[in-house]
Protein backbone atom coordinates (compact mmCIF):
# COMPACT_ATOMS: atom_id res chain seq x y z
CA UNK A 1 0.00 0.00 0.00
CA UNK A 2 1.76 3.31 -1.00
CA UNK A 3 1.77 6.27 1.17
CA UNK A 4 -0.28 8.35 -1.00
CA UNK A 5 -3.03 6.26 -1.06
CA UNK A 6 -3.43 7.40 2.92
CA UNK A 7 -2.25 10.91 2.14
CA UNK A 8 -4.88 13.54 2.10
CA UNK A 9 -4.62 14.03 -1.35
CA UNK A 10 -4.57 10.75 -2.26
CA UNK A 11 -7.98 10.50 0.20
CA UNK A 12 -9.59 13.29 -1.86
CA UNK A 13 -8.88 12.26 -4.50
CA UNK A 14 -10.50 8.46 -3.91
CA UNK A 15 -13.28 10.75 -2.60
CA UNK A 16 -13.95 12.92 -5.36
CA UNK A 17 -14.27 9.99 -7.97
CA UNK A 18 -16.92 7.91 -5.64
CA UNK A 19 -18.88 11.41 -5.20
CA UNK A 20 -18.76 11.70 -8.74
CA UNK A 21 -20.73 8.46 -8.66
CA UNK A 22 -22.75 9.40 -6.11
CA UNK A 23 -23.66 12.53 -7.71
CA UNK A 24 -24.48 11.17 -10.60
CA UNK A 25 -26.79 8.62 -9.08
CA UNK A 26 -28.72 11.73 -7.30
CA UNK A 27 -28.94 13.30 -10.32
CA UNK A 28 -30.46 10.30 -11.95
CA UNK A 29 -33.14 9.18 -9.52
CA UNK A 30 -33.91 13.07 -8.95
CA UNK A 31 -34.62 12.80 -12.89
CA UNK A 32 -36.90 9.67 -12.62
CA UNK A 33 -38.79 11.23 -9.79
CA UNK A 34 -39.22 14.68 -11.17
CA UNK A 35 -39.04 14.13 -15.02
CA UNK A 36 -39.76 11.06 -15.34
CA UNK A 37 -36.67 9.77 -17.07
CA UNK A 38 -36.09 6.25 -16.77
CA UNK A 39 -32.91 5.28 -14.51
CA UNK A 40 -30.66 2.89 -16.47
CA UNK A 41 -29.93 1.63 -12.47
CA UNK A 42 -27.94 -1.97 -13.86
CA UNK A 43 -25.81 -0.10 -15.47
CA UNK A 44 -24.72 2.81 -13.10
CA UNK A 45 -24.55 0.18 -10.13
CA UNK A 46 -21.67 -1.64 -12.49
CA UNK A 47 -19.90 1.92 -13.07
CA UNK A 48 -20.67 2.56 -9.28
CA UNK A 49 -18.94 -0.87 -8.44
CA UNK A 50 -16.24 -0.27 -10.77
CA UNK A 51 -15.32 3.36 -8.58
CA UNK A 52 -15.39 1.75 -5.42
CA UNK A 53 -13.32 -1.31 -6.57
CA UNK A 54 -10.57 0.76 -7.24
CA UNK A 55 -10.47 2.23 -3.56
CA UNK A 56 -9.02 0.01 -0.32
CA UNK A 57 -10.31 0.74 2.64
CA UNK A 58 -13.80 0.62 5.52
CA UNK A 59 -15.69 2.25 2.24
CA UNK A 60 -14.86 -1.33 0.30
CA UNK A 61 -15.72 -2.82 3.82
CA UNK A 62 -18.99 -0.85 4.17
CA UNK A 63 -20.44 -1.79 0.47
CA UNK A 64 -20.06 -5.29 1.32
CA UNK A 65 -22.13 -5.09 4.48
CA UNK A 66 -24.85 -3.16 2.66
CA UNK A 67 -25.11 -5.80 0.23
CA UNK A 68 -25.94 -8.49 2.63
CA UNK A 69 -28.49 -6.04 4.71
CA UNK A 70 -31.91 -7.03 3.22
CA UNK A 71 -33.51 -3.87 2.27
CA UNK A 72 -30.83 -1.49 2.55
CA UNK A 73 -30.18 -1.05 -1.23
CA UNK A 74 -32.02 -1.37 -4.29
CA UNK A 75 -31.46 -5.07 -6.04
CA UNK A 76 -29.74 -3.76 -8.74
CA UNK A 77 -26.79 -2.51 -6.51
CA UNK A 78 -26.48 -5.26 -4.27
CA UNK A 79 -25.80 -7.95 -7.21
CA UNK A 80 -22.94 -5.63 -7.98
CA UNK A 81 -21.27 -4.57 -4.71
CA UNK A 82 -21.53 -8.31 -3.73
CA UNK A 83 -18.95 -8.84 -6.58
CA UNK A 84 -16.53 -6.34 -4.23
CA UNK A 85 -13.43 -7.89 -3.60
CA UNK A 86 -11.54 -6.96 -0.15
CA UNK A 87 -8.15 -8.55 -0.92
CA UNK A 88 -6.32 -5.31 -2.31
CA UNK A 89 -2.48 -5.34 -2.70
CA UNK A 90 -1.25 -5.29 -0.03
CA UNK A 91 1.30 -3.04 1.67
CA UNK A 92 4.85 -3.80 0.69
CA UNK A 93 7.87 -4.64 2.94
CA UNK A 94 9.42 -0.87 3.31
CA UNK A 95 5.88 -0.36 4.97
CA UNK A 96 5.48 -3.23 6.95
CA UNK A 97 8.81 -2.03 8.75
CA UNK A 98 7.94 0.85 9.38
CA UNK A 99 4.26 0.42 10.74
CA UNK A 100 5.76 -2.63 13.17
CA UNK A 101 8.05 0.01 14.31
CA UNK A 102 5.49 1.81 14.85
CA UNK A 103 3.46 -0.57 17.04
CA UNK A 104 6.29 -2.79 18.53
CA UNK A 105 8.99 -0.01 18.39
CA UNK A 106 12.24 0.37 16.22
CA UNK A 107 14.30 -3.31 17.46
CA UNK A 108 10.91 -5.21 16.81
CA UNK A 109 12.20 -7.68 14.38
CA UNK A 110 14.36 -9.63 17.17
CA UNK A 111 10.90 -10.35 19.09
CA UNK A 112 9.97 -12.72 16.27
CA UNK A 113 12.45 -15.92 14.99
CA UNK A 114 11.35 -15.05 11.49
CA UNK A 115 8.70 -12.59 9.78
CA UNK A 116 7.94 -12.91 6.52
CA UNK A 117 7.94 -10.23 4.02
CA UNK A 118 4.92 -10.95 2.09
CA UNK A 119 1.48 -10.53 3.06
CA UNK A 120 0.06 -14.15 3.86
CA UNK A 121 -3.72 -11.98 3.53
CA UNK A 122 -4.47 -8.36 2.43
CA UNK A 123 -8.01 -7.06 3.83
CA UNK A 124 -9.60 -3.80 3.93
CA UNK A 125 -8.50 -2.79 6.93
CA UNK A 126 -5.67 -4.55 7.29
CA UNK A 127 -3.32 -7.77 6.42
CA UNK A 128 -1.55 -10.80 7.91
CA UNK A 129 1.76 -11.77 8.10
CA UNK A 130 2.94 -15.42 9.37
CA UNK A 131 5.69 -15.65 11.56
CA UNK A 132 7.36 -17.89 13.81
CA UNK A 133 7.93 -17.27 17.83
CA UNK A 134 11.01 -17.82 19.32
CA UNK A 135 9.28 -20.89 21.24
CA UNK A 136 8.34 -22.23 17.47
CA UNK A 137 4.96 -21.22 17.39
CA UNK A 138 3.92 -20.12 13.87
CA UNK A 139 2.25 -17.33 14.46
CA UNK A 140 -0.60 -14.88 12.18
CA UNK A 141 0.40 -10.80 12.96
CA UNK A 142 -2.75 -8.92 11.99
CA UNK A 143 -1.65 -5.25 11.02
CA UNK A 144 -3.66 -2.59 10.55
CA UNK A 145 -2.76 0.11 7.72
CA UNK A 146 -1.74 3.46 8.60
CA UNK A 147 -4.54 6.58 9.29
CA UNK A 148 -7.57 3.96 9.68
CA UNK A 149 -9.62 6.11 12.19
CA UNK A 150 -9.65 8.88 9.58
CA UNK A 151 -10.45 6.82 6.59
CA UNK A 152 -13.10 5.33 8.31
CA UNK A 153 -14.46 8.71 9.41
CA UNK A 154 -14.29 9.94 6.22
CA UNK A 155 -15.97 6.59 4.45
CA UNK A 156 -18.48 6.53 7.23
CA UNK A 157 -19.66 10.49 5.86
CA UNK A 158 -19.79 8.93 2.35
CA UNK A 159 -22.08 5.91 3.59
CA UNK A 160 -24.64 8.59 4.71
CA UNK A 161 -24.32 10.21 1.97
CA UNK A 162 -24.94 6.96 -0.31
CA UNK A 163 -28.16 5.96 2.25
CA UNK A 164 -29.90 9.24 2.22
CA UNK A 165 -29.79 9.00 -1.65
CA UNK A 166 -30.97 5.75 -1.58
CA UNK A 167 -33.86 6.56 0.51
CA UNK A 168 -34.85 9.25 -2.04
CA UNK A 169 -35.22 6.89 -4.01
CA UNK A 170 -36.89 4.13 -2.13
CA UNK A 171 -39.02 5.22 1.38
CA UNK A 172 -40.17 1.20 2.53
CA UNK A 173 -36.80 1.44 5.02
CA UNK A 174 -35.66 4.04 7.03
CA UNK A 175 -31.43 3.78 7.00
CA UNK A 176 -31.10 6.39 10.01
CA UNK A 177 -30.36 2.96 12.55
CA UNK A 178 -28.70 1.03 9.87
CA UNK A 179 -26.05 4.00 9.78
CA UNK A 180 -25.69 4.10 13.50
CA UNK A 181 -25.54 0.03 13.49
CA UNK A 182 -22.62 -0.41 10.84
CA UNK A 183 -20.73 3.00 11.90
CA UNK A 184 -20.27 1.89 15.37
CA UNK A 185 -19.56 -1.86 14.48
CA UNK A 186 -16.94 -0.48 12.17
CA UNK A 187 -15.44 2.18 14.80
CA UNK A 188 -14.86 -1.06 16.83
CA UNK A 189 -13.21 -3.23 14.21
CA UNK A 190 -10.72 -0.84 14.35
CA UNK A 191 -9.49 -1.66 18.03
CA UNK A 192 -7.56 -4.97 17.62
CA UNK A 193 -7.53 -4.96 21.47
CA UNK A 194 -10.93 -4.96 21.98
CA UNK A 195 -11.01 -7.87 18.96
CA UNK A 196 -8.11 -9.46 21.33
CA UNK A 197 -10.67 -9.67 23.92
CA UNK A 198 -13.24 -11.03 21.59
CA UNK A 199 -11.09 -13.62 20.46
CA UNK A 200 -10.11 -14.52 24.50
CA UNK A 201 -14.36 -14.47 24.97
CA UNK A 202 -15.12 -16.93 22.02
CA UNK A 203 -12.14 -19.50 23.19
CA UNK A 204 -14.38 -19.25 26.53
CA UNK A 205 -17.82 -19.42 25.14
CA UNK A 206 -16.66 -22.50 22.92
CA UNK A 207 -13.93 -24.41 25.46
CA UNK A 208 -16.47 -27.53 25.03
CA UNK A 209 -17.17 -27.59 21.53
CA UNK A 210 -14.74 -29.72 20.16
CA UNK A 211 -15.35 -28.96 16.30
CA UNK A 212 -14.32 -25.63 16.85
CA UNK A 213 -11.05 -23.89 17.43
CA UNK A 214 -10.43 -20.36 18.21
CA UNK A 215 -6.70 -18.63 17.82
CA UNK A 216 -5.02 -17.73 21.02
CA UNK A 217 -3.97 -14.10 21.47
CA UNK A 218 -0.49 -13.68 22.21
CA UNK A 219 -0.53 -10.65 23.99
CA UNK A 220 3.02 -9.01 24.30
CA UNK A 221 3.13 -8.71 20.88
CA UNK A 222 -0.30 -7.46 20.41
CA UNK A 223 -1.17 -3.76 20.04
CA UNK A 224 -4.27 -1.80 19.54
CA UNK A 225 -3.22 -1.95 15.54
CA UNK A 226 -1.53 -4.87 15.85
CA UNK A 227 -3.25 -8.10 16.57
CA UNK A 228 -0.85 -11.54 17.07
CA UNK A 229 -2.42 -15.17 17.51
CA UNK A 230 -1.08 -18.58 16.80
CA UNK A 231 -1.82 -19.53 13.23
CA UNK A 232 -4.06 -22.14 12.38
CA UNK A 233 -3.94 -24.13 9.37
CA UNK A 234 -7.00 -25.44 7.58
CA UNK A 235 -8.36 -25.41 3.99
CA UNK A 236 -11.04 -22.83 2.54
CA UNK A 237 -14.34 -24.04 2.86
CA UNK A 238 -15.19 -24.08 -0.70
CA UNK A 239 -12.58 -26.59 -0.81
CA UNK A 240 -15.44 -29.04 0.78
CA UNK A 241 -18.42 -28.57 -1.33
CA UNK A 242 -17.98 -31.16 -3.56
CA UNK A 243 -16.93 -33.47 -0.85
CA UNK A 244 -18.84 -36.51 0.46
CA UNK A 245 -22.61 -35.70 1.94
CA UNK A 246 -21.42 -37.11 5.47
CA UNK A 247 -18.24 -34.89 5.61
CA UNK A 248 -20.32 -31.17 4.16
CA UNK A 249 -23.24 -32.08 7.22
CA UNK A 250 -20.12 -32.65 9.88
CA UNK A 251 -18.78 -29.44 8.77
CA UNK A 252 -22.49 -27.56 8.83
CA UNK A 253 -23.12 -28.65 12.34
CA UNK A 254 -19.75 -27.88 13.30
CA UNK A 255 -20.24 -24.23 11.95
CA UNK A 256 -24.18 -24.17 13.70
CA UNK A 257 -22.91 -24.55 17.29
CA UNK A 258 -19.67 -22.17 15.88
CA UNK A 259 -22.36 -19.55 15.29
CA UNK A 260 -25.47 -20.42 17.48
CA UNK A 261 -23.96 -21.92 20.89
CA UNK A 262 -22.34 -18.25 21.96
CA UNK A 263 -25.54 -16.43 20.70
CA UNK A 264 -28.16 -18.93 22.73
CA UNK A 265 -26.00 -19.46 25.70
CA UNK A 266 -24.27 -15.93 26.43
CA UNK A 267 -26.25 -13.37 23.93
CA UNK A 268 -23.00 -12.78 21.48
CA UNK A 269 -22.79 -13.06 17.86
CA UNK A 270 -20.06 -13.38 15.35
CA UNK A 271 -21.82 -10.48 12.68
CA UNK A 272 -19.45 -11.74 9.66
CA UNK A 273 -20.34 -15.18 8.95
CA UNK A 274 -17.73 -14.86 5.50
CA UNK A 275 -16.48 -17.64 4.09
CA UNK A 276 -12.92 -16.31 4.77
CA UNK A 277 -13.82 -15.93 8.08
CA UNK A 278 -13.73 -19.69 8.36
CA UNK A 279 -11.18 -22.56 7.81
CA UNK A 280 -11.81 -26.28 7.69
CA UNK A 281 -9.18 -29.04 9.36
CA UNK A 282 -8.58 -32.59 8.05
CA UNK A 283 -10.96 -33.80 10.59
CA UNK A 284 -13.75 -31.58 9.37
CA UNK A 285 -13.56 -28.96 12.83
CA UNK A 286 -13.37 -25.33 11.58
CA UNK A 287 -11.07 -22.93 12.49
CA UNK A 288 -13.35 -19.91 13.35
CA UNK A 289 -11.39 -16.65 12.19
CA UNK A 290 -11.89 -12.56 12.64
CA UNK A 291 -13.23 -11.26 15.78
CA UNK A 292 -13.74 -7.52 14.24
CA UNK A 293 -17.41 -7.49 14.23
CA UNK A 294 -18.86 -8.79 17.67
CA UNK A 295 -22.34 -7.99 18.27
CA UNK A 296 -23.65 -8.74 22.14
CA UNK A 297 -27.30 -8.23 22.92
CA UNK A 298 -29.26 -7.90 25.76
CA UNK A 299 -31.18 -11.11 26.69
CA UNK A 300 -34.71 -9.85 26.35
CA UNK A 301 -33.23 -9.42 22.73
CA UNK A 302 -32.43 -13.39 22.50
CA UNK A 303 -35.66 -13.76 24.41
CA UNK A 304 -37.57 -12.52 21.48
CA UNK A 305 -35.70 -14.19 18.97
CA UNK A 306 -36.90 -17.75 20.65
CA UNK A 307 -40.57 -15.81 21.09
CA UNK A 308 -40.73 -15.26 17.21
CA UNK A 309 -40.10 -18.94 16.74
CA UNK A 310 -43.10 -20.49 18.85
CA UNK A 311 -45.29 -17.13 17.62
CA UNK A 312 -44.83 -18.57 14.06
CA UNK A 313 -44.93 -22.22 14.97
CA UNK A 314 -48.59 -21.36 16.71
CA UNK A 315 -49.50 -18.49 13.90
CA UNK A 316 -49.98 -16.41 16.77
CA UNK A 317 -49.90 -12.83 15.32
CA UNK A 318 -49.58 -11.53 19.00
CA UNK A 319 -47.49 -13.01 20.28
CA UNK A 320 -45.12 -12.41 17.12
CA UNK A 321 -46.05 -8.34 17.31
CA UNK A 322 -44.45 -8.84 20.72
CA UNK A 323 -41.51 -10.32 19.76
CA UNK A 324 -41.08 -7.63 17.01
CA UNK A 325 -41.56 -4.84 19.95
CA UNK A 326 -39.01 -6.30 22.51
CA UNK A 327 -36.67 -6.07 19.55
CA UNK A 328 -37.34 -2.34 18.78
CA UNK A 329 -39.94 -2.54 16.30
CA UNK A 330 -43.13 0.14 16.56
CA UNK A 331 -46.39 1.62 15.07
CA UNK A 332 -47.33 -2.39 14.55
CA UNK A 333 -50.26 -2.64 12.53
CA UNK A 334 -51.29 -6.40 12.06
CA UNK A 335 -50.78 -5.98 8.13
CA UNK A 336 -47.42 -5.09 9.28
CA UNK A 337 -47.09 -7.84 11.10
CA UNK A 338 -48.19 -10.15 8.90
CA UNK A 339 -45.67 -9.09 6.46
CA UNK A 340 -43.10 -8.79 8.79
CA UNK A 341 -43.69 -12.84 9.71
CA UNK A 342 -43.55 -13.43 5.96
CA UNK A 343 -39.63 -12.43 6.15
CA UNK A 344 -39.45 -13.76 9.76
CA UNK A 345 -41.10 -17.63 8.22
CA UNK A 346 -38.22 -17.55 5.00
CA UNK A 347 -35.24 -16.95 7.67
CA UNK A 348 -36.57 -19.76 10.10
CA UNK A 349 -38.25 -22.18 7.81
CA UNK A 350 -35.42 -24.48 8.38
CA UNK A 351 -35.52 -25.16 11.45
CA UNK A 352 -39.60 -25.43 11.44
CA UNK A 353 -39.26 -28.15 9.63
CA UNK A 354 -38.67 -32.02 11.67
CA UNK A 355 -36.78 -33.65 8.48
CA UNK A 356 -32.97 -33.51 7.02
CA UNK A 357 -32.98 -30.67 4.55
CA UNK A 358 -31.32 -28.59 2.62
CA UNK A 359 -30.92 -24.91 3.97
CA UNK A 360 -32.76 -23.47 1.15
CA UNK A 361 -32.76 -22.17 -2.37
CA UNK A 362 -30.47 -19.38 -4.33
CA UNK A 363 -31.53 -17.22 -6.62
CA UNK A 364 -28.84 -16.33 -9.13
CA UNK A 365 -26.71 -16.91 -5.98
CA UNK A 366 -28.32 -14.39 -3.26
CA UNK A 367 -29.64 -16.21 -0.31
CA UNK A 368 -33.13 -15.02 0.01
CA UNK A 369 -33.31 -12.27 -2.45
CA UNK A 370 -36.71 -12.94 -3.93
CA UNK A 371 -38.24 -13.12 -0.38
CA UNK A 372 -36.77 -10.17 0.15
CA UNK A 373 -38.23 -8.48 -2.91
CA UNK A 374 -41.32 -9.47 -2.55
CA UNK A 375 -41.48 -8.18 1.22
CA UNK A 376 -39.96 -4.75 0.45
CA UNK A 377 -42.57 -4.48 -1.78
CA UNK A 378 -45.15 -4.61 1.12
CA UNK A 379 -43.53 -3.03 3.42
CA UNK A 380 -43.02 0.20 0.34
CA UNK A 381 -46.90 0.20 -0.22
CA UNK A 382 -47.45 0.20 3.87
CA UNK A 383 -45.22 2.93 4.72
CA UNK A 384 -41.47 3.59 5.89
CA UNK A 385 -40.62 0.94 8.62
CA UNK A 386 -37.44 2.04 10.82
CA UNK A 387 -35.31 -1.33 11.27
CA UNK A 388 -33.72 -1.25 14.57
CA UNK A 389 -30.04 -1.09 15.28
CA UNK A 390 -30.10 -5.10 17.12
CA UNK A 391 -31.89 -6.18 14.27
CA UNK A 392 -29.22 -5.19 10.99
CA UNK A 393 -26.59 -7.54 12.21
CA UNK A 394 -28.47 -10.38 13.29
CA UNK A 395 -30.13 -10.72 9.89
CA UNK A 396 -27.20 -10.10 7.85
CA UNK A 397 -25.21 -12.70 10.11
CA UNK A 398 -28.30 -15.24 9.68
CA UNK A 399 -28.59 -14.93 6.16
CA UNK A 400 -24.78 -15.19 5.75
CA UNK A 401 -24.04 -18.52 7.47
CA UNK A 402 -27.59 -19.79 5.56
CA UNK A 403 -25.42 -18.70 2.25
CA UNK A 404 -22.80 -20.66 3.80
CA UNK A 405 -24.87 -23.49 4.49
CA UNK A 406 -26.10 -23.49 1.12
CA UNK A 407 -22.87 -23.90 -0.59
CA UNK A 408 -22.14 -26.74 1.30
CA UNK A 409 -25.41 -28.36 -0.17
CA UNK A 410 -25.66 -29.40 3.67
CA UNK A 411 -28.81 -31.67 4.27
CA UNK A 412 -29.39 -31.35 8.20
CA UNK A 413 -32.69 -32.00 10.67
CA UNK A 414 -32.45 -28.26 11.39
CA UNK A 415 -34.95 -28.66 13.39
CA UNK A 416 -33.09 -30.88 15.96
CA UNK A 417 -30.65 -28.96 16.31
CA UNK A 418 -32.26 -25.88 16.80
CA UNK A 419 -34.61 -27.30 19.31
CA UNK A 420 -31.87 -29.07 21.44
CA UNK A 421 -29.86 -25.74 21.97
CA UNK A 422 -32.82 -23.55 22.92
CA UNK A 423 -34.83 -26.30 24.99
CA UNK A 424 -33.93 -25.26 28.24
CA UNK A 425 -33.71 -21.24 27.64
CA UNK A 426 -34.01 -18.93 30.59
CA UNK A 427 -33.83 -15.58 30.11
CA UNK A 428 -33.17 -14.91 33.56
CA UNK A 429 -30.01 -17.49 33.37
CA UNK A 430 -28.84 -15.85 30.17
CA UNK A 431 -28.43 -13.13 32.06
CA UNK A 432 -26.54 -14.31 34.56
CA UNK A 433 -24.03 -16.25 32.26
CA UNK A 434 -23.71 -13.18 30.54
CA UNK A 435 -22.75 -11.01 33.11
CA UNK A 436 -20.54 -13.66 34.39
CA UNK A 437 -18.62 -14.64 30.84
CA UNK A 438 -18.67 -10.75 29.65
CA UNK A 439 -17.40 -9.43 32.97
CA UNK A 440 -14.10 -12.34 32.97
CA UNK A 441 -13.26 -11.47 29.53
CA UNK A 442 -13.40 -7.55 29.99
CA UNK A 443 -16.25 -7.17 27.37
CA UNK A 444 -18.77 -4.62 27.83
CA UNK A 445 -22.41 -5.57 28.89
CA UNK A 446 -25.06 -4.83 26.37
CA UNK A 447 -26.98 -1.30 27.70
CA UNK A 448 -30.62 -1.98 28.69
CA UNK A 449 -32.73 -2.31 25.94
CA UNK A 450 -35.85 -0.84 25.65
CA UNK A 451 -38.70 -1.69 24.41
CA UNK A 452 -40.27 0.41 21.39
CA UNK A 453 -43.52 2.24 22.50
CA UNK A 454 -46.36 2.57 19.75
CA UNK A 455 -46.57 6.33 18.93
CA UNK A 456 -49.53 7.84 15.76
CA UNK A 457 -47.89 8.23 12.75
CA UNK A 458 -47.39 11.42 11.63
Excluded at 29 to 40: D, H, S, T
Aim: some cysteine.
Amino acid sequence: MGSEENSFGGRMMRYARVSTQMGGLAARLAGERYLGLKVERTKHAADLKEALGGLRGPLVKVAQMLATIPEALPQEYVGELQQLQANAPPMGWAFVKRRMASELGAGWQPKFKSFEHEAAAAASLGQVHKAVHHDGRLLACKLQYPDMQSAVEADLKQLKLILSIFERYDKAISTRQIHAEISARLREELDYELEGRHCNLYRAMLADEAGVHVPEIVPELSTRRLLTTNWLEGEPILSTVNGDLERRNVLAMNMFRAWYVPLYYYGVIHGDPHLGNYSVRPDTSINLLDFGCVRVFPPRFVGGVIELYRALQTDDRDRAAAAYRTWGFGNLSNELVDVLNVWASFLYAPVMDDRARTMGETNNGVYGREKAAMVHGELKRLGTIEVPREFVFMDRAALGLGSVFIHLKAEINWYRLFNELISDFDEAMLTERQRTMLTEHDVPLPPEETVMVDHPTE
